[in-house]
């Protein structure tokens, strides 16, 4: 059965950084696309950062280059996503979730099967 469990949400300032990581069981990375999404009140959920693709790509919404990075540990099966220099529009419940790789990278809500319950990201101005 596959599990995902997000913490290192929190509070913080605008400007500040935050890392959130995801701890999977049930399954191995390299036969997984992974990726964090986002849901703020009352705006759809949206894909942050993926990682998947037959090349192992990553993928960063517009929104989040340069400030955010999605990097993994196989050894502990966790992924992170360390965000920096947050801004308020980044509050949101961020969520992880994973399903079977294919060829191509998708970072769509509708390709992922699996999810996390969420971590609470507050970034006050």
């Known amino acids: 059965e596959v599990q995902l469990v997000e913490s290192g949400g929190g509070l913080v300032q605008a400007g500040g950084s935050l890392r959130l990581s995801c701890a999977a069981s049930?399954?191995?990375?390299?036969?997984?696309?992974v990726g964090w999404f986002r849901q703020a009140p009352g705006k759809e959920r949206e894909g942050v950062s993926c990682?998947?693709?037959?090349?192992?790509?990553?993928y960063y919404a517009d929104s989040v280059k340069g400030r955010f990075t999605l990097s993994s540990d196989n050894a502990k099966n966790t992924v992170y996503l360390q965000m920096n220099s947050l801004l308020p529009e980044d509050t949101a419940v961020y969520y992880c979730a994973a399903d079977i790789l294919s060829y191509n990278l998708y970072c769509g809500s509708g390709y992922y099967s699996n999810w996390g319950q969420g971590t609470q990201v507050t970034v006050s101005s």
């Open positions: 990682i998947g693709g037959s090349d192992r790509r990553t």
């Open positions: 049930g399954f191995t990375f390299d036969d997984y696309a």
